[in-house]
């Protein structure tokens, strides 16, 4: 049981350049995030989807777009990379509200370097 | 407008002592509280949570108390082991968001 696999784990980007990260589930969850994580900024929610096809913007969207067309992945698109957006990456995945309880299931992160 | 704050961002603490992490919110709605740990180079595990109706939990040696008058909450980790050393992050859920807000994390150090 894998649980949430993100990749790339490292990427260096220049300036302008595009990429997607992918997260991958495996629980048979409904709810998917994309956070990223800064010094002294904690975790901030970036995009996240409550099932497929559905998509909604968190707290610091722009720059980046995402897609749910399958249940167990979630895409993270930058279309055109600025140093600003370099940060580590974390994907998570839930099952519905109710069972907050027990928390996000987290990736490992990916590592974005925009030069 | 931070939703959840954690003030420090550091602290040492001596193994076999006591480790107390504070987290302050400012949001009402919230209906449950979660404790999350970060070790380098991997992503957040969940730890602890409590619900909004209860004022305490406990799990082994880690013990999450709520203060809702104060708008608070801290976690206790007793006794505290070399492994304890990471990042902790205190959240806060409402289900009508289907979302959790996280604080800025506190680095917890364990000295010998």
């Known amino acids: 049981n894998a649980g949430v696999t993100q990749t790339p784990k490292f990427r260096v980007l220049k300036t302008g350049q595009s990429m997607t990260l992918l997260c991958a589930q495996d629980?048979?969850?409904?709810?998917m995030y994309w956070y990223r994580q800064d010094p002294g900024m904690g975790l901030r929610l970036i995009h996240y989807?409550?099932?497929?096809?559905?998509?909604a913007k968190g707290e610091v969207p722009d720059g980046y777009n995402v897609s749910r067309l399958k249940k167990q992945n979630f895409l993270l698109g930058l279309e055109s990379a600025a140093p600003s957006q370099t940060s580590v990456y974390f994907c998570?995945?839930?099952?519905?509200?109710?069972?907050?309880?027990?928390?996000?299931?987290f990736g490992s992160g990916t590592r974005l370097t925009v030069v | 407008d931070q939703q959840v704050k954690q003030n420090s961002p550091s602290l040492s603490v001596q193994e076999g002592r006591i480790s107390i992490l504070n987290c302050d919110y400012t949001?009402?709605?919230?209906?449950?509280f979660l404790w999350y740990k970060k070790y380098p180079a991997e992503g957040p595990t969940f730890l602890i949570s409590?619900?909004?109706?209860?004022d305490k939990n406990e799990d082994g040696r880690f013990t999450v108390f709520l203060n809702k008058s104060a708008k608070h909450l801290s976690l206790h980790i007793v006794p505290s082991q070399p492994g304890d050393s990471a990042v902790y992050f205190c959240?806060?859920?409402?289900?009508?968001?289907?979302?959790?807000?996280f604080g800025s994390g506190t680095r917890l150090s364990i000295r010998p």
């Open positions: 998570a995945s839930n099952l519905p509200a109710g069972t907050a309880t027990y928390g996000y299931t």
């Open positions: 629980m048979n969850h409904e709810y």
């Open positions: 989807s409550v099932g497929e096809g559905t998509t």
């Open positions: 949001n009402s709605m919230f209906d449950y």
């Open positions: 409590i619900s909004s109706i209860k």
């Open positions: 959240a806060a859920f409402y289900s009508s968001a289907s979302k959790i807000i």
